[in-house]
C-alpha cells in the first residue's frame, strides 16, 4: 500500500443519503450535503473525483457537484468512504504494461463498525466490489472485518493498529495480533505493526467506531508522523494523545528508527451537547500538489494547524473546509474519501 502522499490515479467518495447519519430535520440534512460537497470541490481543485451515490440521491447530487465530478449510481446507506470502500494497493512484481491490471483494491468485511444497533451498513458492505470493478481492479477479499481509517502506512511497509480496532471482539471475535498481522502482510504488503493500545475519548461513544488511528496519528513521511495533541488538562484526551506519543516513541526506539513527532494542538473547543470534542487536524487528506484540511472555525487553531500542515508536506497547498457537520457524524475529511495510487508513479516509488 503506498504512502498517502504518493501521487493519485483519483479520490473516491459516497454521496450522503437520508437516514440516521445524515440525520433528522431538513437544515441538518442539509449541513450534511453541503459539507460532503464541499469537500469533493477542495479534492478536485488536486485531483480527480468519483462518488458513489445512491439512487434517491442522484438528482440532488447533480444539481449539488460540479459536472467534472464523476458519479456512479449504486445502493449504499453509510457514506463513510474511507470504511466501506476498498483499500487500493499496488503490485510492483507485477510484470507487463502499467496499467489499471497493476491495481488491487483490498475488500475488508464491513460491519457498520461492530455492528451496533443503530447502524445501517448492509448495503455498503457491498460498495468495496462496486468501487473496484468501476477502477478496473484486481479484487482482494479480506476475511478480516476492518475499515480503512483503522489504518494508515508509510509506504515502505509499516502500518499503524490500534487493539480496541482490529482486535474488537464486536468485529474480530477471534483475532490476535498475530492473526491480523499476518493479514495486513497479504492484503496491504505490511512487513511491521505498530499497535496503539487506543484512540481519542469520543470515538468510544455509541456511534463511534472504538478508536480508529486517522484521527489520533498519521505518516507525514516515514520519519514524520503527526500526532493529535489536546493541550488543556481538563480533557480526557489530554492523557490518551500523551499515552499515543509514548507508544510511538517506545516502538520506533525498540526498532532503532529515527522518527520526528510533531504535535498538532487541538482546537480550543472542548465539549458540545453530547460531551468531549474529539476535533482533529490529524484527519486530513493528502492529494496531488495538495492538502485538504479540517477546519472548525477557530481561526488561531485553524491558522496554526496549516503552518504545520504546510510544513509538514512542503510543496503542497493546503486547502481548509470546515468539517464540524462531518465530525458531528462522527468523522471527518479523511474518514469521507479514499486515494486511489496513480501506478506508474506509485511502482516507482517502490522501486526507489
Same mark, same amino acid.
Given at each position: 500500500?503506498?504512502?498517502?502522499?504518493?501521487?493519485?490515479?483519483?479520490?473516491?467518495?459516497?454521496?450522503?443519503?437520508?437516514?440516521?447519519?445524515?440525520?433528522?430535520?431538513?437544515?441538518?440534512?442539509?449541513?450534511?450535503?453541503?459539507?460532503?460537497?464541499?469537500?469533493?470541490?477542495?479534492?478536485?481543485?488536486?485531483?480527480?473525483?468519483?462518488?458513489?451515490?445512491?439512487?434517491?440521491?442522484?438528482?440532488?447530487?447533480?444539481?449539488?457537484?460540479?459536472?467534472?465530478?464523476?458519479?456512479?449510481?449504486?445502493?449504499?446507506?453509510?457514506?463513510?468512504?474511507?470504511?466501506?470502500?476498498?483499500?487500493?494497493?499496488?503490485?510492483?512484481?507485477?510484470?507487463?504494461?502499467?496499467?489499471?491490471?497493476?491495481?488491487?483494491?483490498?475488500?475488508?468485511?464491513?460491519?457498520?463498525?461492530?455492528?451496533?444497533?443503530?447502524?445501517?451498513?448492509?448495503?455498503?458492505?457491498?460498495?468495496? !466490489?462496486?468501487?473496484? =470493478?468501476? #477502477?478496473? +481492479? *484486481? $479484487?482482494?477479499? &479480506?476475511?478480516?472485518?476492518?475499515?480503512?481509517?483503522?489504518?494508515?502506512?508509510?509506504?515502505?511497509?509499516?502500518?499503524?493498529?490500534?487493539?480496541?480496532?482490529?482486535?474488537?471482539?464486536?468485529?474480530?471475535?477471534?483475532?490476535?495480533?498475530?492473526?491480523?498481522?499476518?493479514?495486513?502482510?497479504?492484503?496491504?504488503?505490511?512487513?511491521?505493526?505498530?499497535?496503539?493500545?487506543?484512540?481519542?475519548?469520543?470515538?468510544?461513544?455509541?456511534?463511534?467506531?472504538?478508536?480508529?488511528?486517522?484521527?489520533?496519528?498519521?505518516?507525514?513521511?516515514?520519519?514524520?508522523?503527526?500526532?493529535?495533541?489536546?493541550?488543556?488538562?481538563?480533557?480526557?484526551?489530554?492523557?490518551?494523545?500523551?499515552?499515543? !506519543?509514548?507508544?510511538? =516513541?517506545? #516502538?520506533? +526506539? *525498540? $526498532?532503532?528508527? &529515527?522518527?520526528?513527532?510533531?504535535?498538532?494542538?487541538?482546537?480550543?473547543?472542548?465539549?458540545?451537547?453530547?460531551?468531549?470534542?474529539?476535533?482533529?487536524?490529524?484527519?486530513?487528506?493528502?492529494?496531488?500538489?495538495?492538502?485538504?484540511?479540517?477546519?472548525?472555525?477557530?481561526?488561531?487553531?485553524?491558522?496554526?494547524?496549516?503552518?504545520?500542515?504546510?510544513?509538514?508536506?512542503?510543496?503542497?497547498?493546503?486547502?481548509?473546509?470546515?468539517?464540524?457537520?462531518?465530525?458531528?457524524?462522527?468523522?471527518?475529511?479523511?474518514?469521507?474519501?479514499?486515494?486511489?495510487?496513480?501506478?506508474?508513479?506509485?511502482?516507482?516509488?517502490?522501486?526507489?
Amino acid at each position: 500500500m503506498p504512502a498517502e502522499s504518493a501521487p493519485h490515479e483519483r479520490t473516491w467518495m459516497a454521496f450522503p443519503r437520508e437516514g440516521i447519519t445524515l440525520g433528522e430535520g431538513a437544515e441538518s440534512r442539509e449541513q450534511g450535503y453541503r459539507a460532503w460537497t464541499d469537500v469533493a470541490h477542495a479534492v478536485r481543485q488536486f485531483e480527480p473525483v468519483t462518488m458513489i451515490v445512491d439512487p434517491t440521491e442522484v438528482a440532488r447530487a447533480r444539481h449539488m457537484l460540479s459536472a467534472d465530478i464523476e458519479i456512479v449510481e449504486a445502493p449504499l446507506d453509510e457514506f463513510w468512504m474511507r470504511d466501506v470502500g476498498p483499500t487500493f494497493v499496488v503490485d510492483p512484481d507485477r510484470p507487463g504494461v502499467l496499467g489499471a491490471e497493476d491495481t488491487r483494491a483490498v475488500d475488508w468485511i464491513f460491519n457498520g463498525w461492530g455492528a451496533p444497533g443503530w447502524a445501517e451498513w448492509q448495503k455498503s458492505a457491498g460498495i468495496a !466490489r462496486v468501487v473496484a =470493478e468501476h #477502477a478496473g +481492479a *484486481e $479484487r482482494i477479499d &479480506s476475511l478480516l472485518v476492518a475499515e480503512g481509517g483503522g489504518l494508515h502506512v508509510d509506504g515502505t511497509g509499516t502500518v499503524l493498529l490500534t487493539e480496541t480496532v482490529q482486535l474488537d471482539p464486536r468485529r474480530n471475535p477471534f483475532a490476535d495480533r498475530a492473526r491480523v498481522e499476518a493479514e495486513m502482510t497479504r492484503t496491504i504488503g505490511a512487513t511491521d505493526a505498530i499497535w496503539l493500545s487506543r484512540g481519542l475519548t469520543r470515538d468510544y461513544d455509541d456511534l463511534g467506531t472504538n478508536g480508529h488511528v486517522d484521527i489520533v496519528a498519521t505518516f507525514a513521511a516515514p520519519d514524520h508522523v503527526l500526532l493529535h495533541e489536546q493541550t488543556d488538562a481538563s480533557h480526557p484526551d489530554f492523557e490518551v494523545s500523551r499515552l499515543v !506519543r509514548r507508544e510511538l =516513541e517506545t #516502538a520506533f +526506539a *525498540e $526498532r532503532g528508527r &529515527s522518527v520526528t513527532l510533531t504535535g498538532i494542538p487541538a482546537p480550543s473547543a472542548l465539549r458540545d451537547d453530547e460531551g468531549w470534542l474529539d476535533w482533529s487536524y490529524i484527519n486530513h487528506l493528502v492529494t496531488n500538489d495538495g492538502v485538504v484540511l479540517c477546519g472548525f472555525g477557530d481561526d488561531a487553531s485553524d491558522a496554526r494547524a496549516r503552518e504545520i500542515i504546510a510544513d509538514a508536506y512542503p510543496g503542497r497547498r493546503v486547502v481548509t473546509v470546515d468539517s464540524r457537520p462531518i465530525f458531528d457524524r462522527g468523522g471527518g475529511i479523511h474518514c469521507i474519501t479514499q486515494q486511489q495510487p496513480r501506478v506508474s508513479s506509485a511502482r516507482a516509488a517502490g522501486s526507489r
